[in-house]
């Protein structure tokens, strides 16, 4: 599986797991005594299954994000010139799309 499956699998989860918890709490509005008790305690399992799940999201992309400045890093120490030519490039569009306005 790769990172971006796995990352946009966790973010899945975590949703799916908060619509879940969204649905607990709406019943958890005319539950009484020991049945409302059951409900907050599922409501806690939710959303410490959701806390997980996005602390796992996040250290995926953080992993990703990581890989993509270390091969940025790379690629500028490798090729200097064509970084310098390319960063140029970008300004000079950037600029145009400015003073369009």
Known sequence: MSDETSTS????ESQDILRQTEALM?????ATGEEAKALQARVVRALERAKLSLGEAE???LAKA???AKATDT???DNPWKAV???AAIGVVVGMLI???
Do not use: C, D, M, Q
């Not at 699998?9 to 899945?12: A, G, K, N, P, R």
């Not at 709406?26 to 005319?30: G, I, K, P, Q, Y």
């Open 66 to 68: 990581g890989k993509a």
């Open 75 to 77: 690629y500028v120490r």
């Open 9 to 12: 699998t966790l973010i899945e």
């Open 26 to 30: 709406a019943e958890a509005v005319n």
């Open 85 to 87: 030519g390319l960063g």
């Open 59 to 61: 250290k995926a992309a």
């Open 99 to 101: 003073a369009r306005r």
